[in-house]
């Protein structure tokens, strides 16, 4: 179903292939945060030379006394924490202005379908109208879950990744190889819970359409609930899909929050390998 749901992202591809782009000139500007900070503790704080790439500060006007240096510094931290928070903005609107069009794309394509198909087939499937229009108006959004909360999520900590192990690489070769060691068991978590977090979501998503087709049946039928006094047992009835929805998302987010605790463990654990060993 995957592959039908991507279909409504093509034609955004100039759009995805720009929100990338910036995604890495995002990661890069926030590995590059802490080095001004580095720079002063290990070198001008000390009286240390600069190491060679960073040189250059030194030809700056009024970088010759610490202090100006400091300044330098302090500016250099300021200025790549505040660029990191513009590109954040500009993710965050270009996300959500390519992540509607796409789910207004895709229910408006459901509409389409749903318009052309038969009253008999509509009725052999069961689909009550409050169903449909959770259908229409709610799971459509599942294209952007899964462009960008799946796709591009995997992209950026596949670029934070590679950046990151660049610069252990060049620091150190255990330290690559213990980053290497932590990344292989979150990949084997993520391939675990992959199957159950979906089974989840879908039980979810045909439990909060089973509860909408239950209030649209209740509030259609109010004069024949009234003239035969079932108002109790439609209650009743409304009341156990609404159980039954609590339970499926609680369970869908037992399921996230384990998924979360596995790990942050092996995260843990890999960093205090790193400190260990590094």
């Not at 513009?86 to 318009?115: C, N, P």
């Not at 169903?131 to 900590?157: H, N, P």
């Not at 609404?242 to 995260?267: E, K, Y």
Request: glycine share 6%; proline share 3%.
């Amino acid at each position: 179903w995957s592959r039908e749901v991507l279909r409504f992202a093509r034609p955004y591809r100039a759009s995805l292939g720009s929100i990338a782009v910036l995604t890495v000139i995002q990661t890069l500007i926030v590995l590059c945060v802490p080095w001004p900070t580095k720079l002063a503790v290990d070198y001008v704080l000390v009286d240390r030379p600069l190491p060679a790439w960073a040189s250059w500060i030194e030809d700056l006007p009024g970088s010759r006394s610490d202090v100006g240096m400091l300044l330098y510094l302090a500016l250099g931290v300021v200025g790549l924490a505040t660029l990191a928070a513009l590109l954040k903005v500009a993710y965050e609107v270009m996300r959500r202005t390519v992540g509607t069009r796409m789910s207004h794309d895709f229910a408006s394509d459901t509409l389409e379908r749903i318009q052309r198909k038969s009253l008999n087939a509509l009725q052999r499937r069961q689909l009550h109208t409050g169903d449909l229009v959770q259908r229409i108006t709610v799971d459509t959004r599942s294209i952007e879950v899964l462009v960008f909360g799946v796709g591009m999520t995997t992209f950026q900590a596949l670029v934070s990744f590679l950046l990151m192990g660049g610069i252990i690489l060049i620091m150190s070769g255990t330290l690559a190889a213990l980053a290497v060691g932590v990344a292989i068991p979150i990949v084997v978590l993520a391939r675990l819970y992959r199957d159950r977090l979906e089974k989840d979501a879908e039980q979810l998503a045909a439990r909060q359409g089973n509860v909408s087709a239950v209030t649209e049946q209740m509030l259609s039928t109010l004069p024949e609930i009234q003239v035969f006094a079932t108002e109790d047992e439609e209650l009743r009835r409304f009341s156990e899909e609404a159980d039954a929805q609590l339970d499926a998302v609680v369970r869908l987010q037992r399921t996230t929050v384990a998924f979360g605790v596995s790990t942050n463990i092996v995260t843990s654990v890999g960093t205090g390998a790193v400190l260990l060993f590094g």
